[in-house]
């Protein structure tokens, strides 16, 4: 069975749908509290990675895979229709890579606005604890950016290796170093997604072709020497809001964001 990336999270209104589509962790829901302040007559959907709720699926370890997996959902959903694009951290790397497929493809080009995204390169992935690590803060919604001396003992205990990750999640959760509600089956699969998009991330590098337009918004202190996009992109506008890679989704980041993507959706 094909996967079913789209998640209708408010599906009515008659303006250009916006496409909201994952982090590396695979989940859409990190937009909910963006979409509360967009026009209440816009269209959103969340894309979600294959394998994150569905334990038939397969995780896809390729940006140009996940994008015709999307690309394929919301062309058969909306044929021919205008369609915005909106990714957070990696969310915009596959965005990029759509926005890019999809005009190569001679339809019109669509809005993409990226948050927070630099602008990928090929490297390493890294080893499995600190893959691990990741998985695991990003699982409590802490600041990675944050001391986390706790999770940190308990992962220097454990023997970690691809092949030890289910029992390191079972002893990370018995610990309370991680959601005791979610159980081992989902924790494993969930850490499979969150790698195989790793996976993806490290060995994307992007091609020209996507004309724009394109609207990149990064946090106040986030690094600014990676998100340079006009090099592959001819019209990018550039925007700031407060904040870093997490803290820009609370507060004055969030509303300062909700008003560039409302702006940036009237224009299109």
Request: charged fraction near 20%.
């Amino acid at each position: 069975m094909e996967p079913e990336p789209l998640i209708p999270l408010r599906p009515s209104g008659a303006g250009t749908p916006l496409y909201c589509l994952h982090p590396a962790s695979g989940s859409a829901y990190s937009y909910f509290s963006l979409i509360q302040l967009l026009d209440a007559d816009r269209p959103v959907y969340g894309v979600e990675a294959p394998g994150f709720d569905d334990e038939d699926e397969k995780p896809l370890t390729s940006v140009g895979e996940l994008a015709e997996l999307y690309l394929a959902a919301i062309e058969a959903e909306r044929p021919g229709e205008p369609i915005a694009l909106l990714g957070w951290s990696m969310g915009g790397v596959i965005g990029y890579e759509m926005a890019r497929r999809r005009c190569a493809a001679g339809a019109a080009s669509p809005l993409l606005i990226t948050v927070d995204t630099p602008v990928p390169m090929p490297e390493p992935m890294p080893d499995a604890e600190p893959l691990l690590r990741r998985f695991a803060i990003d699982l409590t919604g802490a600041d990675p950016f944050a001391d986390h001396d706790e999770l940190d003992a308990a992962l220097a205990e454990l023997t970690i290796s691809d092949d030890s990750i289910a029992s390191a999640l079972a002893a990370l959760a018995a610990s309370g170093m991680i959601p005791a509600e979610l159980d081992l089956d989902t924790l494993t699969r969930r850490y499979a997604v969150h790698r195989a998009n790793t996976i993806a991330l490290h060995s994307y590098q992007p091609r020209g072709g996507h004309p724009g337009p394109m609207v990149t918004v990064k946090g106040t202190e986030s690094p600014s020497d990676c998100m340079d996009w006009s090099g592959v992109c001819a019209d990018v506008t550039a925007e700031t809001v407060p904040g870093n890679h997490y803290t820009m989704w609370q507060g004055d980041g969030l509303v300062a964001l909700a008003g560039i993507v409302k702006r940036a959706l009237r224009r299109s």
